[in-house]
């Protein structure tokens, strides 16, 4: 079984440095809650909503992102039973892969080169499953579709869903 795995806020929390660098730069922190069923930059105030859809697009923005919890056990796990493929569509952020090839050196050493694919439309992918935040991403999936739980993606109830890591433990039965 092929199991494709996204990137960020599915293993990289990218929401929490969307979070830092805003009270970094205008001194509010808004909360994960405030975020529910939207995006950073459609609740800040209108004249910061520029700079915010700009951020990934830095060159810092996706160095050392913090790891989203029990990722690196549960995946590591799910690697030594499946096929496990991380997918990232990276090329949106070309400044990003240097720092997700480092980040998956580092935090997930496990995962082959051969099985780590930077992309751009998702809709090439073929596999089993496909775990992921987006539903641009799963909608163009032929596989079994599952939505990694974020903020933005709370209300939407199109897909089979995976609210942490350590529910996918009882999902795969890893236990
Ligand atoms: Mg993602």
């Known amino acids: 079984m092929r199991i494709l795995i ?9 929401v929490e440095r969307f979070l830092e660098w805003y009270e970094r730069d205008f001194g509010v922190r808004y909360t994960k809650e405030d975020l529910r069923g939207t995006k950073l930059h459609m609740i800040v105030p209108e004249e910061h909503r520029k700079i915010v859809k700009e951020y990934p697009h830095c060159e810092d923005f996706f160095k050392d992102l913090p790891v989203i919890e029990k990722s690196i056990e549960v995946v590591e796990e799910l690697n030594n039973r499946f096929e496990v493929y991380i997918a990232s569509a990276a090329m949106e952020f070309p400044y990003s892969l240097p720092h997700k090839t480092k980040w998956l050196d580092k935090h997930f050493p496990f995962i082959h080169w051969k099985r780590r694919i930077f992309c751009g439309d998702k809709s090439v992918l073929k596999g089993d499953i496909l775990i992921d935040d987006h539903d641009f991403n799963l909608s163009v999936f032929d596989g079994r579709a599952i939505m990694f739980s974020s903020p933005h993606n709370l209300n939407d109830t199109k897909y089979e869903r995976l609210d942490s890591w350590l529910d996918a433990e009882k999902l795969f039965d890893l236990k």
Not at 6 to 13: E, G, K, L, W
């Open 6 to 14: 996204d990137m960020d806020d599915v293993i990289a929390n990218a």
